[in-house]
Structure formats: structure tokens, C-alpha cells
């Protein structure tokens, strides 16, 4: 637990920090957000509720936490891409990004999807279309034929579309995100070609 001696109370810190972070989505997730009160977070920690308090004060803090640290690769996704040219590369590089970074992301995610209103009250939701719209600028060229526009960003909805919905589906894990990432990839392909050719009709 907590380290080497000789390690420094930062880096303590950030591992409790963390494990609270983790053991507060599963609790969340499981039995969902307004269910889940401070107290057995310390419980399930096995720390008092004051050794808590030091790091968070409320749930809200820890799941904003939570929510900031676990998608702040979007956010630097989205700065690499705002550098980059509007390439099919490019277009492709996103979207093999975003799949690892929502692989990565996946409890967080899960916990979204079924725990839509207390995100909504907590802002959380609002800065999530914020890193959406973010990804969609990088991706979709605003000048192009309307229907490319909706592949590029049906791209990144594909990829959401495997967290959520394909469970039942007879494939592993990694066949399920190998197929997923395919099609998205298929999606920002077509559409970069679509807008080749209307460049050349023009």
C-alpha cells in the first residue's frame, strides 16, 4: 500500500487520490450514483470518512474528478488534431485514437450511459458534447458534401455504438473493437473520398 518509504507524500497522495476515483465508479456504476453515499466509498476503502474528506468533499467532486482526469486524452486528441492536416491519415489516426481512448475509458463510459440524469445535473454532460464537438471539428471538414459530414462524425459514433451496444454479440472484447474501429475507419474513408470527387466536379 501507499508506496516505499522514501516515496514522496505526492505520490502517496495521487494513489489514494486514484483509488478513491476507482472504487467510487464501481460503486457507482454497480448500484448507481444517487444510491452510493460518501460513507461507503470509506467503507469499501477501508479508510474513515475524514481521510476522504482530505481529497474530495462531496460525490459531485469525485465524479467530476473522475470524469476530468479519465477524458482528458480527448482533450489532447483534440489539440493534436487541430495541428494536423486534413488528411485521410489523419481522419484514420483519430479515429484509432479514440477507440483506445474510450477502450481506456470504459467504466466511466458505462457509467454515463446508464446514469444519464445525475450527469446531466452535474454539468458533467454538458462538458462531454463540449469534447464531442471538439472531435467533431478535427474530423469532419465543415466545407464538404452534408452526408460526408455525418459519416466522419457517424465514425465516432460507431465507436460509442460498440461500447454500448453489442454486448450480446458472439465475439470477443478484442474482435468486437477490431470490427468497430473497421467500420469507423470504412466511415472517415468513404467520406474523405466523397469529398475528393466533389473537389474534381467543382
Not at 104 to 116: D, I, K, S, V
Not at 163 to 192: C, G, I, N, W, Y
Request: glycine letters at 6%; hydrophobic letters at 40%.
Amino acid at each position: 500500500m501507499g508506496g516505499t518509504m522514501d516515496g514522496t507524500k505526492q505520490q502517496r497522495r495521487g494513489n489514494t487520490r486514484q483509488r478513491i476515483q476507482d472504487v467510487a465508479l464501481d460503486l457507482f456504476a454497480e448500484q448507481g450514483y444517487e444510491k452510493t453515499s460518501l460513507r461507503e466509498i470509506a467503507e469499501h476503502l477501508d479508510v474513515t470518512k475524514a481521510a476522504l474528506y482530505y481529497h474530495f468533499k462531496t460525490k459531485e467532486e469525485i465524479l467530476v474528478s473522475i470524469f476530468e482526469d479519465r477524458t482528458r486524452p480527448i482533450l489532447d486528441l483534440i489539440e493534436w488534431g487541430r495541428q494536423q492536416p486534413h488528411t485521410l491519415e489523419t481522419k484514420q489516426e483519430i479515429v484509432r485514437r479514440y477507440s483506445e481512448i474510450l477502450a481506456g475509458a470504459a467504466p466511466l463510459f458505462r457509467f454515463m450511459q446508464e446514469n444519464q440524469a445525475a450527469v446531466r445535473e452535474l454539468r458533467v454532460g454538458e462538458t462531454f458534447k463540449e469534447r464531442m464537438k471538439g472531435l467533431r471539428e478535427i474530423i469532419a471538414d465543415p466545407d464538404t458534401a452534408l452526408a460526408d459530414q455525418v459519416r466522419c462524425i457517424s465514425a465516432i459514433f460507431t465507436l460509442h455504438a460498440g461500447m454500448f451496444f453489442l454486448q450480446d454479440l458472439d465475439a470477443s472484447p478484442e474482435e468486437k473493437r477490431k470490427a468497430v474501429l473497421e467500420v469507423a475507419t470504412d466511415l472517415v474513408t468513404q467520406a474523405h473520398e466523397g469529398t475528393r470527387e466533389g473537389a474534381r466536379g467543382a
